[in-house]
């Protein structure tokens, strides 16, 4: 049973430049989550996609975009990265179909994004 | 607005002790889900348990347990006998109910870093 992947481990980017980090969700998942972890701190979450679609949103700017696709892959878009973007990236997934939403959300290994 | 403490930054106790980590949250909704994720130092988020708001029967699994109080908005993580292996962050978590597909947002405390001493 494959869990949830992530691509790339860990990248490095510039001030100003565009990344894109993807992630496939666990087999039989629908809903993929994002969330941002500074280092020392709780993930904080930025958006979910489910059925394609943007569904919830936290409190990041719109320079964070993202994607889903229809097999569930996504992808997370950051544009002008600033320092500050600098953390680890976690993707998880759960079941949404509504009457069977799986509240749990399993996660995974993260993208390591430095930004100098 | 939800949100979740957790008070104990970091902790650190010998081998084969007893050791609970404290979490503490607030919400408005009647309906939400409490959670517990331990991060070892490879990143990943691991899934430990959850627990409806509607269910305050405490649980055991192996040397985990965990004590939920609606009273007192607690929902604590005891870990007996511990040992080196349980050395992680562990973070608690809150969602509400998730109405119209899609699950809810995690919301998480700060973490606590557990160490283990041989």
């Given at each position: 049973d494959a869990g949830v992947t992530q691509s790339p481990t860990h990248l490095i980017k510039t001030r100003g430049q565009q990344v894109t980090l993807r992630c496939s969700p666990k087999s039989g998942h629908d809903t993929v989550s994002w969330y941002q972890q500074a280092l020392g701190q709780g993930p904080q979450f930025i958006f979910q996609y489910y059925e394609e679609e943007e569904r919830q949103r936290g409190n990041?700017?719109?320079r964070f975009s993202g994607h889903q696709f229809p097999n569930y892959s996504s992808e997370l878009n950051v544009n002008?990265?600033?320092?500050?973007?600098?953390a680890l990236y976690l993707c998880a997934s759960s079941l949404g179909i509504t009457g069977r939403v799986s509240y749990e959300q399993y996660f995974g290994p993260g993208t390591r994004l430095t930004v100098t | 607005a939800q949100k979740v403490t957790q008070a104990q930054t970091e902790i650190s106790v010998v081998e084969k002790e007893d050791v609970t980590l404290d979490c503490v949250y607030e919400t408005r909704d009647t309906t939400y889900y409490l959670f517990w994720y331990k991060q070892p130092p490879s990143g990943e988020l691991v899934f430990l348990i959850r627990r409806n708001s509607f269910d305050e029967q405490n649980e055991i699994s192996g040397r985990y347990s965990w004590n939920f109080q609606k009273s007192t908005s607690s929902f604590n993580f005891t870990i007996t006998?511990?040992?080196?292996?349980?050395s992680a962050v562990y973070f608690c978590a809150l969602s509400g109910r998730a109405d119209l597909g899609g699950a809810q947002k995690l919301v998480f405390g700060q973490g606590t870093r557990l160490t283990i001493n041989p």
């Open positions: 990041f700017p719109d002008a990265l600033l320092l500050g973007d600098s | 006998a511990s040992q080196v292996v349980d």
